[in-house]
């Protein structure tokens, strides 16, 4: 009969929704400041960053498309407007990491070259500050926000000499010379002193300039550039997709743990004259809030590796709502912006009602409800409305099918700048500026696109416009979702196509066959996912002509996850000790550039192994040497044969110190025998220490090649050291395992209803167990799903039970690399 091996089969969500949930703890990147100085209020998961994505594989956390439509904003706005972004300390890597993020979500590139980014120190030029690790992951967040929420701005990051509030305020007036209107401020100091406006208020007060801070972290509570009465002070929401909702999103106060925007009463700040809540007599935080957590962002983390990793924090907040103000166009000169909200009468606002950052005695300072709360002030963004100066007026209408009068949703509706989604009932709601507005379009998926139209807006009043839309002529693209690793089994997938609101579609859970209809003479691309864990999603462009079309696909196992079932996980690991204290080991060698002081393995300076491992160590001194002589140095590892792997890693540990000279230590990887060399680890690093490190290096690319070799490469100018230890090069590759899968529902007699939960066993390996799922959103599958591997073929018995029920055994062939279906249905107990 062979083995039956559990599997616990869950229907995959799209993408959106796998990101919505933060999942893993949060905490400050930035530590606590000294006096008179900022921290960042940047916070990061702890989840290990993901260097390479699997084809299709979606980033973890919320994307640029994600924040677009969750607040209403254009997909291509920010045209002609500068952001700047103040930030301490400098991100060498800050350019590289967001071509990284822009690539991702189909933005379009922002580089030095192309005049779109610019990085300056605090006085506008280039000699720029210190790195640090922390700050350089607050700049990747920034940048990645501002990025997603206006593609088409240009940035202006000013890096200033450390984190002293002097110094961060020196960059706010930087930014504003440069000629930015928006300036985003991710930073604070906690707490209101009456000294803060004398000291510091004039580098915070530009009328006509949207200058934007964070409120804070740490739940109630206010904190120092926020409190000032001429910012707009933002708070911090946790975002979610609801699909059930009108909007389509959720959003409530952001709270992890101890952690929540920061918000209350500023005593010693003057209460702006738009502030109208009666609890607080000076001003009151915050103005306006946006997401404050589980956002993605891509960046380099110096020790901690380089990947793509879940943010959050009121960091993220203050840059969605700085590059807002930019989408709606330049503040009037000589005005405030974080008036602007206050003038609309909620007007393009999400009013969040819900939770709360702590207790106090004006209840409405730290527990969100209808209209202004401290946590989220007016709300989120919902358009431009509430973030524009001047007059301007409302649009609303339906979207229609022209053919059957039914509602389009999902329709963009807007001129510019300025759009709109159809609901599900497919109404709109758009803020427009007063006057007339030409080239307003109607598009959407499906449909056939509505002529151009010009409407005239009066400040203060509403316009009613409906539209209908031709429905497009479609025809059918099918084919078969299979497993490509071995077995070639058919697969239950999710099929989604990008752009459209269409829900996805689901293959057949026994033939992996698929039917999507879809306008002809165009092309699409489609998000192809396993509900089986264990599998790569896949990225597929088709091209539809007139005719239907067959596009059958193969997915794959993912070797690093080693979870799909019926695949054994075959792992090789070369490992490297430097345990020889007098040369190094065998196949190892030690290269040097002009230096005769390269790697040794002997600790001549008797520092001992601060890496974490025991016994001897490599490590290449640097300050031992005589003053100002260059070092470059390798560590040259054996060529590695990784020709039958399907993935790669390496891992090591190290530690080291490094001064005011710079030292970069970097890992390499060559194919070609050291002809070439590609950076995979590191970077250069200035006035940083750490010990104890494992660090954890995926590879994948370098799996399939007949020669891999690494370095350990170690560039200086008299600095101090680096100790490595412990290297271990992994090669992942697998392997089917002969058998099939047996799949199908559990129902009850009665009504025929699923039953979620019910357990499916195979008689002849009662420990393998598989439970039954709900599939809320294949319409062509019931609940109580369950799928079963069973490794080896022929006859089996399985049996099906669940509480309150009896247990029903049914009998079926197992074959090789094929899904046999098998139905159950259980008769209530009397």
């Known amino acids: ?63 640029a498309q994600d924040l677009q439509s969750a607040y209403s904003l254009p997909a291509d706005g920010g045209v002609g407007q500068t952001i700047a ?19 991702q979500y189909g933005l379009p590139p922002c580089t030095t070259a192309d005049g779109c980014f610019r990085k300056v120190d605090q006085r506008g030029g280039t000699d720029y500050p210190p790195t640090s690790d922390a700050w350089a992951g607050e700049i990747a967040l920034d940048l990645d926000m501002v990025s997603a929420v206006a593609p088409q701005a240009h940035i202006l990051l000013v890096e200033t000499d450390n984190d002293g509030l002097d110094r961060l305020a020196a960059g706010v007036d930087k930014a504003v010379e440069l000629g930015a209107k928006y300036v985003s401020n991710s930073y604070g100091r906690t707490g209101d002193l009456a000294s803060d406006q004398e000291t510091y208020g004039e580098s915070y007060d530009h009328p006509g300039v949207a200058v934007v801070a964070a409120s804070g972290d740490n ?98 907040a203050a840059p969605v709502i700085a590059a807002t103000y930019a989408l709606a166009g330049p503040p009037q000169p000589g005005t405030y912006p974080n008036a602007y909200p206050y003038a609309t009468g909620s007007v393009g606002l999400n009013d969040i009602t819900s939770g709360s ?52 949703a999902g329709a963009t509706v807007g001129s510019g700048p300025d759009t709109a989604t159809t609901r599900a009932d497919g109404t709109y709601t758009l803020n427009l500026p007063a006057g007339e507005v030409g080239g307003l379009t109607v598009t959407a998926f499906g449909y056939g696109p509505a002529a151009p139209v010009t409407v005239d807006i009066v400040d203060g009043t509403t316009e009613t416009r409906d539209f209908g839309l031709t429905a497009l002529p479609r025809t059918h693209m ?39 209809s879809l306008p002809k003479n165009d092309g699409y691309t489609l998000d192809i996912t396993a509900a089986l864990p264990g599998y790569e999603a896949l990225t597929r462009k088709v091209r ?43 196949g190892w060698t030690v290269s040097d550039a002009g230096s005769d002081n390269g790697w040794r393995f002997d600790d001549p300076s008797r520092r001992g192994n601060i890496t974490g ?24 590892s054996p060529a590695y044969d990784l020709s039958d792997a399907q993935s790669a890693s390496l891992t090591f540990r190290t530690g080291y110190i490094s001064n005011l000279n710079q030292q970069h230590m970097t890992v390499e990887a060559s194919t070609d025998d050291g002809a070439t060399w590609h950076n995979v680890w590191g970077g250069p690093k200035t006035s940083g220490q750490a010990d104890h490190v494992t660090v954890h290096v995926p590879l994948r690319e370098y799996a399939g090649q007949p020669s891999v070799r690494l370095r350990f490469h170690f560039i200086a100018d008299w600095a101090y050291f680096w100790e490595v230890d412990d290297v271990t090069l992994e090669s992942r590759t697998l392997k089917p395992i002969p058998g099939g899968l047996t799949t199908g529902t559990v129902e009850e007699t009665r009504t025929g209803h699923g039953i979620v939960g019910a357990t499916v066993t195979d008689t002849s390996a009662p420990d393998a167990v598989a439970s039954t799922v709900a599939t809320p959103e294949d319409p062509a599958v019931g609940d109580g799903l369950y799928t079963l591997f069973t490794a080896g073929t022929g006859v089996h018995t399985l049996r099906a039970k669940a509480d309150g029920y009896a247990p029903l055994a049914r009998r079926g062939v197992v074959h090789d690399d094929r899904v046999t279906g098998m139905n159950f249905a259980l008769k209530a107990r009397p």
């Open 1 to 63: 009969m062979g083995l039956s091996v559990l599997v616990l089969l869950g229907v995959t969500p799209p993408a959106s929704a796998a990101n919505q949930a933060g999942g893993t703890d949060l905490a400050h990147v930035c530590d606590t400041p000294a006096k008179g100085h900022a921290s960042c209020y940047a916070m990061r998961s702890d989840d290990p960053p993901l260097r390479r994505l699997a084809a299709a594989q979606t980033p973890p956390g919320l994307g």
């Open 85 to 103: 972004i103040v930030d301490a300390y400098d991100n060498p890597d800050a350019e590289a990491d967001l071509a990284v993020y822009r690539a």
């Open 219 to 316: 739940g109630y509570g206010v904190s120092f550039p926020a409190t000032l009465p001429t910012v707009t002070s933002v708070g911090g929401t946790n975002l979610t997709a609801d699909p059930d909702s009108p909007r389509g999103w959720d959003e409530t106060v952001w709270q992890r743990g101890s952690y929540g925007p920061g918000s209350g009463c500023a005593s010693y700040q003057a209460k702006p004259t738009f502030q109208k809540d009666t609890g607080c007599s000076g001003r009151s935080v915050a103005d306006v809030s946006a997401v404050a957590d589980n956002v993605s962002v891509y960046s380099t983390f110096g020790s901690l590796g380089t990947g793509w990793q879940r943010y959050g924090g009121t960091s993220a």
């Open 357 to 408: 950052n702590g207790t106090c005695a004006s209840a409405y300072l730290c527990t969100a409800g209808t209209g202004y709360d401290g946590p989220t002030g007016l709300g989120t963004p919902s358009g431009l409305a509430a973030f524009r100066s001047g007059p301007s007026g409302i649009l609303t209408g339906t979207v229609r099918d022209a053919k059957t009068g039914g509602p389009v």
């Open 478 to 516: 099918r084919g078969t979702v299979r497993d490509g690793s071995g077995h070639g089994w058919p697969l239950y997938a999710r099929i989604a196509v990008e752009g459209s609101p269409e829900p996805p579609v689901w293959t057949d859970p026994v033939t992996g066959d698929y039917d999507i």
């Open 544 to 586: 539809l002509g007139g005719s239907p079309a067959a596009v059958d696909v193969a997915l794959t196992a993912d070797p690093d996850a080693a979870t799909a079932v019926g695949y054994d996980l075959h792992s090789v690991e070369h490992t490297e000790g430097f345990d020889s204290t007098t040369a190094a080991p065998q």
């Open 613 to 636: 491992g025991s016994g001897a160590f490599a490590v290449i001194e640097s300050d031992t040497g005589t003053f100002g002589p260059h070092q470059d140095t390798s560590l040259n």
